[in-house]
């Protein structure tokens, strides 16, 4: 049953413990029909609203049939790596494509696509990521785009592009003076101030930006003093390719892990887990990397956090791109600990910067496409719990921004709708809780990407879709 609730009320309840062994994951990309799936950057999305999680990948489109099957989408302008956005607000996901100077793609009712005309030629040229956000706050999704490199002396600026709503976007921002060579982007609202922030991982041992945003899209780079540009040591930083938010330790806050590239050399950056200290501390960070047990590898690339074992705790996938390297799997245990199930969950591909979560198949548990692979998780006995936000006129569909709390005893789930995740990479826009033991209602707290607040209860084992006016569960 679903109802509003005027009050947010602590729901008692013990998350499962982390200890358990873990399943292989079963690689389904024949059987589900997904031969000649590319290994490039994969983007997760419903985008013809039937409920199902599609898979968009290099160009390709490959839609979902109720789980069972996958089938190529022909006949498409769909063209180069993208992310899924609701742009003009009509209810169904758009694509952006970075690739070049840029292509803008509508969805025409979920039946086909269109190349929107008069889309601005970007300056960045060479990108490898970007991502969706309303980041003036009128309702509408605006654009932030990377600019990479030529190795080794062209670098290109990032940009912003802010959304006429929905009738098309102009050029806000150009990166200007020390133009950096940005990778992954992705954006959330670190500081609970009600607009989207955006963290830019630079490459070329770089300082990364962490650009905070005053609500009305100027940004200012609030990296050194937050914590969140890296070491810096011996004048140097790291090899960032992507990083990727999430609330790690359940505290009700949007933590950062940050995923460098490293030579052995050891004043480059590893990677890191930095946690967000919160309202009491101003939101800085505090990089809490020492207890994680992540072993190094040289080629890390770009992660991407779900709960794979549903016990509560958002888990880290990481990917490598040199021949030798793994990717890796680790389980969050709390208090800042991850145990590596790499092997036994068989999804350690090699080479890649493919890493995305989504529920293809409904049953409650995440899978994973990498590698130009997709694994469905054998699944388990937690109970779970998933969000799909659905806009209006005045929401983007998917409710990018948006961010939807659980709170569990003594411990407050966080999940945030992403416009992009790691390098150039998207999990899917419904939310996923992981409930642990807990099988009782829920209490939901929707904080929406226009300001609004909603309370709304929830049984478990479900999906439940909501608006801001109204909430159905199937």
Not at 95 to 117: C, D, M, P
């Amino acid at each position: 049953m679903i109802r509003y609730a005027g009050v947010f009320i602590a729901v008692v309840a013990f998350l499962s413990s982390s200890s358990s062994a873990v399943e292989p994951f079963e690689d389904v990309t024949e059987k589900l029909g997904l031969g000649g799936l590319s290994g490039s950057v994969a983007a997760w999305s419903d985008f013809n609203n039937d409920g199902w999680a599609d898979l968009y990948v290099g160009g390709q489109l490959w839609r979902n049939e109720q789980g069972n099957q996958f089938k190529r989408v022909e006949n498409t302008p769909l063209a180069g790596p993208g992310i899924w956005g609701d742009f003009d607000n009509d209810g169904f996901l758009d694509v952006f494509s970075w690739a070049g100077t840029g292509k803008l793609f509508r969805n025409i009712k979920g039946e086909s696509f269109e190349v929107v005309a008069g889309f601005p030629v970007l300056p960045t040229t060479v990108s490898v990521g970007a991502t969706w956000g309303d980041f003036n706050g009128d309702g509408f999704l605006d654009l932030y785009v990377g600019g990479y490199e030529v190795w080794p002396s062209k670098e290109y600026p990032d940009v912003i592009l802010l959304n006429q709503k929905g009738k098309g976007f102009v050029e806000h921002w150009r990166q200007k003076g020390r133009i950096y060579r940005s990778r992954g982007i992705t954006a959330a609202d670190f500081d609970e101030d009600g607009d989207l922030d955006i963290y830019v991982s630079n490459y070329r041992l770089q300082p990364n930006l962490l650009l905070q945003n005053d609500g009305k899209a100027t940004f200012a780079d609030v990296s050194t003093p937050f914590g969140t540009a890296g070491d810096g040591d011996l004048g140097a930083w790291g090899h960032t390719i992507g990083s990727a938010w999430g609330d790690l330790d359940n505290d009700g806050h949007l933590d950062l892990f940050v995923g460098n590239f490293s030579h052995p050399s050891a004043y480059q950056d590893r990677a890191k887990f930095l946690r967000n200290r919160g309202p009491d501390e101003k939101f800085h960070f505090e990089d809490v990397s020492g207890t994680a047990g992540l072993r190094w590898q040289e080629s890390y690339a770009s992660p991407t956090l779900g709960d794979f074992d549903n016990d509560g705790l958002l888990d880290l996938f990481f990917t490598t791109v040199y021949g030798g390297d793994q990717s890796v799997l680790y389980r969050n245990t709390g208090g800042w600990k991850f145990d590596e199930v790499s092997g036994e969950s068989k999804v350690d591909r090699p080479t890649t910067y493919q890493g995305a979560w989504a529920d293809f198949d409904g049953d409650g548990y995440l899978d994973l496409v990498t590698g130009g692979r997709l694994f469905r998780n054998p699944g388990g006995e937690n109970h779970w719990l998933k969000v799909r936000l659905v806009g209006n006129d005045t929401l983007n569909a998917g409710c990018i921004g948006a961010r939807v709390r659980v709170k569990l005893a003594d411990q407050t789930l966080t999940r945030q709708v992403e416009g992009a995740t790691g390098q150039g990479n998207q999990n899917d826009l419904t939310l996923h809780f992981g409930l642990g033991s807990h099988a009782g209602p829920v209490q939901l707290e929707i904080l929406w990407p226009n300001g609004q607040k909603r309370v709304v209860e929830a049984a478990v084992d479900r999906t439940v879709a909501i608006t801001s006016e109204l909430a159905a569960s199937n």
